[in-house]
């Protein structure tokens, strides 16, 4: 199956690197010449324009920052795509554009299936990520072994739109829970807890969770640079709201900390990882929450 993709980021370039491992001819278009140019070094084709990849791919992969992007991209796409053409949509955007764009495939005999993405640049780079995909079963069958490439566990939840409803789902809960690992540490670091000794306490009690063991880490060695910026943490959780407004769902905790990475977009921190949610808290209290430095 020859496969276009576009949107070359954190996630779309190691996702296309196990594409072409996989042996999939894999064509590329980006913006900018530079973000392509790994890629054409490990045998992937650069062109000119989306249209071009669109009118000779097989199956055009889509992994782009926000829902206004995946719309712009995707309806250049449908314009030149050739009927029972393939797009699976991996970026994380709310259900409606989802179906929007599935609705506006369909009119013209392309194939749509949303598959969101879960597990980070590594786990993009190493194939095991979660695959959330939405889509009629037919179109999903034929995505499967592009998806097996991409993660290690993949899950059909239903009809076009569910993949990105299931992510904005898991969003919800990684946004929350790393808005409240940093408020818990802040909190213990205040009141004059060692904070190694608390995060190693709280890793064997009932706080114990994947989120803790990715932030914690980063929080104590003041490792911010960004696997997944607060500026996206905002976006995602903005979508989930957006979500649960259209179908009368109150998440006051998403909304709470949707608040805690407006914030840090205030003070010029979006572009930080989200595990820099712990900054803004810090400074209203005072404190810092670090590693003492080695002997």
């Not at 903005?238 to 608040?259: G, M, Y």
Request: include cysteine; charged fraction near 20%; aromatic fraction near 2%.
């Amino acid at each position: 199956m020859r496969i276009g993709m576009i949107g070359l980021g954190r996630m779309g370039r190691p996702m296309a690197e196990r594409l072409l491992a996989a042996g999939f001819p894999v064509a590329v278009w980006a913006r900018h010449e530079a973000s392509a140019a790994p890629l054409v070094a490990r045998g992937a084709r650069a062109v000119a324009s989306i249209e071009a990849l669109a009118a000779e791919a097989e199956c055009v992969l889509t992994c782009l920052p926000r829902p206004v992007d995946v719309t712009r991209v995707l309806t250049a796409v449908l314009r030149a795509a050739r009927p029972e053409t393939l797009v699976v949509e991996t970026s994380t955007i709310d259900p409606e554009t989802s179906r929007r764009l599935a609705a506006v495939a369909a009119a013209r005999r392309v194939a749509y299936v949303d598959a969101p993405v879960s597990g980070g640049p590594s786990g993009a780079a190493a194939g095991t990520l979660t695959v959330l995909v939405g889509g009629e079963p037919a179109a999903v069958a034929r995505a499967r072994p592009v998806l097996e490439a991409l993660g290690a566990h993949v899950h059909h939840l239903g009809p076009a739109g569910s993949g990105h409803l299931a992510k904005l789902c898991n969003q919800i809960i990684t946004g929350t829970a790393y808005a409240a690992v940093a408020e818990a540490l802040v909190l213990g670091v205040k009141g004059g807890l060692d904070p190694e000794r608390l995060v190693a306490a709280l890793s064997t009690a009932s706080g114990r969770s994947r989120t803790l063991e990715q932030e914690a880490p980063a929080i104590l060695a003041r490792a911010f640079e960004a696997r997944f910026t607060a500026d996206l943490a905002a976006k995602d959780l903005d979508c989930a709201l957006e979500a649960a407004e259209a179908l009368t769902v109150r998440l006051p905790l998403a909304a709470a900390a949707r608040h805690c990475y407006e914030e840090m977009r205030r003070l010029g921190l979006g572009e930080l990882d989200q595990a820099a949610v712990v900054i803004p808290a810090e400074r209203v209290a005072g404190v810092t929450v670090r590693a003492k430095p080695a002997p």
